[in-house]
C-alpha cells in the first residue's frame, strides 16, 4: 500500500490525514482543491486489484453502488488509479453508528423509533425495488448523520469466484465476502431478505443483540432469554415490544404462515405499531391450532392454543419448532423458515383457514337476516346531495366581536351524519375565524370578525359523499 | 484538465443564463447521470471576480442536504470554470403541474416538507434564491424533492457583471427571504389545484379552491388536515403581500409542515 503522507496530492485531492487502515484498504480524509469539500478516499490495495478477477468484481461493485440514489445512501463519488492502486472517493460522514446510537439510549423515545424503523424500511424497500439484495444488513451499516440515518458500508460484491476462497488468496475472499453490507445482485427480487434484513435490524435496535444469537439462546434456556428481553424492553414505551415481536414473527414467516407479502405490509404494520404507543396493537397475534390424531372411529377434536394475552412482560415465544437455517454464514442462500410438525400423526393448521371462512358466512348470514331493510334502503334510493340552511341573530356586528352562526336546521334527505364548512365567499378570508369548522360539530360556529366590511359567508354541508349548494348570510362588520 | 472533462459525456442542455451553462452529463466511470455546470471565463476577467467566484462555488459545495444535489468534482480550464453536481434523473415539477398530476395527500404534505427543509437550510446557510419556481425542483422517483435549480447561477453572474460595470447591487436579504416563503407557497399551490399561474390575491377567496382540490372524500376521512394545508400555504403566500400576516421565516413554516404531517399519521392511524 502506498500509504499516503499528509498533504500529499492524489487526483483533485489534498490528503488531510489517514482515518483507518487494514491490509487490503486505506481511508483517508481529503479535501477537493477546487470545491474546498471534505470527501473520503480508500485507496484498494494492488494485492486486490492484481488478481483480474478480483479487480473486476470490485470496479463492478462500485459501479453498480455510485448507481443508486437514495437520500440515505452514501454517495460516491469519483474513481480512478492512484500509483498502480485503484481508489474510490465519497461522501465523508463523522456520525456514530445507528447501533451504539440505539444501544446508549440516545433514541429511546417513541417518536424516534418510529422515524429510524421508517427511514431504514424506506431504503430496505429501495434497495428492494432496484433488485439490490440486503440480507447481510445490519445495524451498525448505518451512521447517525446530521440527524438522519445514513447506509454507510460500501462493501459490495457479487458472487465470489471459488478459488478466491482458498488459502492462496488467504484474506482476499474473505475481502470481498466477508464484509458485506450490500449484495449487489441483479437476480429475481428477493422479498424474503429484505424482510430479514428489517427483522435483523428491529432486533438490534431494542438490545436483543443479534437476531441469531438471540434465538439460539431462546433454544436454549428460556429464562435467560427472557431476562435479557425484560432487560431491555424498560427504555421502550409499554406495548410497543409485543408488536415488534409480532412484526420480527411475520417477517420470518412464510406468506403461508402469516408471514407478510410485501414490504408494504410491513410498513403499513409499523406505521400503526408506532402510532399506536401504549394501546395494544392491532396486529393478530399468532394462533396456533393443533388436530390431535385419533382413533379411526371418533371425530378428531379440534384443540385450539392462542398465544396469551400480551402482557408488559410476557416471554416471546416464537413457534418452538421455527427453524432458521444457518442465518450466520454470508455466503449461505436466502434462510429457509419452516415450520415442522412437532411430532408424528400431529397436523399444525393455522386457524385464520377456519377461522376466516366462519366469521365470512357469520356476517353473510346476520345481514340476510338483519340487513334487508338496509339494502332496502341504501339500494333502493339514490344518494341525494344534502340541503344547507344558515342564520345569524345579526347581520351588523362591531369589530372583534364574536357573532353565532347556525347551520343546525341544514339537513340530509338520506338522514346521512353531516360536516359543517364555512368559508368566507367573498371579502378578507384571513379576517375571519370559524371556530370550529369543517367538522361534524359545527352546525353552530362562532365566527370572529378582526377587520370592518362586508363579508359574505357560505356554509356547505357534507354528508359523506357530496357537498350541499352554498347557503349564503351577509355579515356586515363596523 | 484534458483528462477530467473526459470523464464526462456531454448530452444536453439543461438551462443557460449568460455566462452560466448547465448540461445533463454522463459521468463515464459509473455510467450515471450528473450535472455538468460550466461558466464561460474571458481574458478579461480579473483575478478578483475569479476568486469571488471560485469562493462562491466552494460555498455552495461544502452544503450537505438530502434534497439538494452534491457536489462532485471541479476544475478550472483556460476558458471555463467546471463544476460537477450529483443528481438523478427526475421529472421537473413544473411538468408534474401541467399534466395535472396532484400528488395524493401524504404526498404532497411529503413534498411540502422537503421543499421546506432544503429552502430551512440553505437559508439557516445565509443563502437566498428569490425567484423559485416550480421549474427549479426535480421529483424523483415520484417522492424525493431535489432543488436543481439553486440561487449560485444567479450569483456568480452578479459577480461578473459588478466587475464589469464596477456597480455594487444592493440585495435586500429581507425581501429574497420573503420571496422565498411565497415562492413555495405559490409552487405548492400549483401543486395541489394543478393551475400552473395559482397565486396569492388579495380579496379573493384563494382558501376554498386549495381545498376542494383536495378530493372530498379524503377531507372526510381526514376532517381538519385539508383546512389547515391551505391555511399554512395561504399564510406562506401572502408573505410578500401581507408581511403581517405571513411567515417570516421558513423556520415558522416547517414547525407547522411537522405538525400537520403529525395530524395526518394520527388520523390515518385511527382510520385504519
Not at chain 1, 157 to 172: E, H, I, N, R, S
Not at chain 2, 49 to 64: A, F, G, H, N, P
Request: charge should be neutral; aromatic fraction near 10%.
Amino acid at each position: 500500500m502506498p500509504g499516503l503522507a499528509e498533504n500529499s496530492i492524489v487526483y483533485q485531492y489534498r490528503v488531510i490525514k489517514k482515518l483507518q487502515e487494514t491490509p487490503l484498504w486505506e481511508d483517508y480524509l481529503v479535501e477537493h482543491l477546487f470545491l474546498g469539500c471534505k470527501h473520503r478516499l480508500r485507496i484498494i490495495s494492488s494485492k486486490l486489484t492484481n488478481i483480474p478477477e478480483c479487480s473486476k468484481i470490485i470496479t463492478r461493485n462500485i459501479k453498480e453502488f455510485a448507481k443508486l440514489w437514495h437520500p440515505y445512501l452514501l454517495r460516491i463519488f469519483l474513481c480512478g488509479e492512484f500509483d498502480t492502486n485503484f481508489f474510490y472517493t465519497f461522501q465523508h460522514f463523522e456520525g456514530e453508528s445507528l447501533q451504539k446510537q440505539f444501544l446508549t439510549e440516545k433514541i429511546k423515545s417513541p417518536e424516534d423509533f418510529y422515524k429510524f424503523h421508517s427511514k431504514l424500511l424506506d431504503i430496505i424497500i429501495y434497495l428492494n425495488q432496484q433488485n439490490v439484495s440486503c440480507k447481510d444488513l445490519h445495524l451498525n451499516d448505518f451512521v447517525l448523520e446530521n440527524g438522519e440515518p445514513l447506509l454507510i458500508n460500501l462493501n459490495i460484491f457479487y458472487q465470489t469466484p471459488k478459488y478466491l476462497m482458498t488459502p492462496d488468496f488467504a484474506g482476499v475472499g474473505e475481502f470481498i465476502t466477508n464484509i458485506g453490507g450490500i449484495f449487489i445482485e441483479r437476480e429475481p427480487l428477493k422479498l424474503k431478505d429484505s424482510l430479514l434484513a428489517f427483522a435483523r435490524i428491529m432486533y438490534q435496535t431494542i438490545g436483543w443483540g443479534t437476531l441469531e444469537d438471540a434465538l439460539r439462546i431462546k433454544q436454549r434456556e428460556q429464562s435467560a432469554y427472557t431476562k435479557k428481553k425484560e432487560k431491555h424492553y424498560a427504555p421502550l414505551v409499554p406495548g410497543i415490544h409485543i408488536g415488534i415481536e409480532n412484526i420480527i414473527l411475520r417477517a420470518l414467516a412464510d406468506k403461508n404462515e402469516g408471514g407478510y407479502a410485501s414490504l408494504k405490509e410491513l410498513a403499513d404494520d409499523l406505521h400503526s405499531l408506532i402510532l399506536k404507543q401504549e394501546k395494544e396493537t392491532t396486529i393478530t397475534p399468532f394462533i396456533e391450532c393443533e388436530i390431535e390424531p385419533q382413533s379411526t372411529e371418533q371425530e378428531p377434536s379440534l384443540e385450539i392454543k392462542e398465544t396469551p394475552e400480551p402482557s408488559e412482560h410476557s416471554s416471546f415465544t416464537p413457534p418452538e419448532d421455527l427453524h432458521l437455517s444457518d442465518y450466520s454464514t454470508r455466503e449461505s442462500t436466502v434462510p429457509e423458515i419452516s415450520i415442522h410438525l412437532p411430532h408424528p400423526g400431529k397436523k399444525r393448521l393455522n386457524v385464520r383457514k377456519i377461522f376466516v371462512p366462519l366469521v365470512i358466512t357469520i356476517c353473510l348470514l346476520s345481514l340476510l337476516y338483519f340487513g334487508i331493510d338496509i339494502i332496502r334502503g341504501v339500494w333502493g334510493r339514490r344518494n341525494l346531495p344534502p340541503v344547507a340552511k344558515a342564520t345569524t341573530p345579526t347581520n351588523f356586528v362591531p369589530v372583534n366581536s364574536k357573532v353565532i352562526l347556525d347551520g343546525s336546521t341544514s339537513y340530509d334527505p338520506n338522514k346521512d351524519r353531516l360536516s359543517y364548512y364555512w368559508d368566507v365567499a367573498k371579502g378578507d378570508t384571513e379576517a375571519v375565524t370559524f371556530v370550529p369548522n369543517r367538522t361534524i360539530d359545527a352546525s353552530k360556529t362562532t365566527a370572529i370578525f378582526k377587520k370592518r366590511g362586508v363579508f359574505t359567508i357560505q356554509l356547505r354541508v357534507f354528508d359523506g359523499t357530496n357537498f350541499s349548494p352554498p347557503a349564503i348570510l351577509v355579515i356586515n362588520v363596523y | 484538465m484534458q483528462e477530467q472533462s473526459s470523464k464526462y459525456h456531454i448530452q444536453e442542455a439543461i438551462f443557460t443564463l449568460k455566462r452560466y451553462s448547465c448540461f445533463e452529463a454522463i459521468q463515464r466511470d459509473f455510467e450515471r447521470p450528473v450535472l455538468f455546470n460550466q461558466i464561460q471565463l474571458y481574458y478579461s476577467d480579473s483575478p478578483e471576480s475569479l476568486k469571488d467566484c471560485e469562493r462562491e462555488i466552494k460555498r455552495w459545495s461544502v452544503l450537505q442536504h438530502p434534497n439538494l444535489p452534491q457536489s462532485i468534482d471541479g476544475w478550472t480550464e483556460e476558458k471555463r470554470l467546471v463544476f460537477i453536481w450529483l443528481a438523478p434523473r427526475g421529472v421537473i415539477l413544473e411538468s408534474v403541474i401541467r399534466q395535472k398530476k396532484t400528488p395524493e395527500l401524504h404526498l404532497a404534505i411529503e413534498i411540502a416538507i422537503q421543499m421546506a427543509s432544503v429552502l430551512r437550510y440553505l437559508h439557516q446557510q445565509g443563502l437566498y434564491h428569490g425567484s423559485l419556481s416550480p421549474n427549479c425542483f426535480s421529483l424523483i422517483y415520484e417522492k424525493w424533492i431535489i432543488l436543481l435549480r439553486t440561487s449560485l447561477p444567479e450569483i456568480l453572474n452578479r459577480i461578473f457583471e459588478q466587475a464589469d460595470t464596477g456597480l455594487r447591487q444592493k440585495v435586500n436579504i429581507e425581501k429574497l427571504k420573503r420571496a422565498d416563503i411565497t415562492g413555495w407557497g405559490k409552487i405548492m399551490g400549483a401543486l395541489l389545484t394543478g393551475d400552473p399561474y395559482f397565486e396569492y390575491k388579495k380579496e379573493v377567496n384563494v382558501k376554498t379552491p386549495l381545498i376542494d382540490a383536495i378530493p372530498s372524500s379524503i377531507q372526510h376521512k381526514f376532517p381538519g388536515v385539508a383546512e389547515k394545508f391551505a391555511t399554512i400555504l395561504l399564510k406562506a403566500m401572502c408573505s410578500t403581500l401581507q408581511p403581517q400576516q405571513g411567515y417570516t421565516s421558513f423556520d415558522e413554516l416547517y414547525k407547522d409542515l411537522v405538525q400537520l404531517k403529525e395530524i395526518y399519521l394520527s388520523l390515518n392511524n385511527t382510520n385504519s
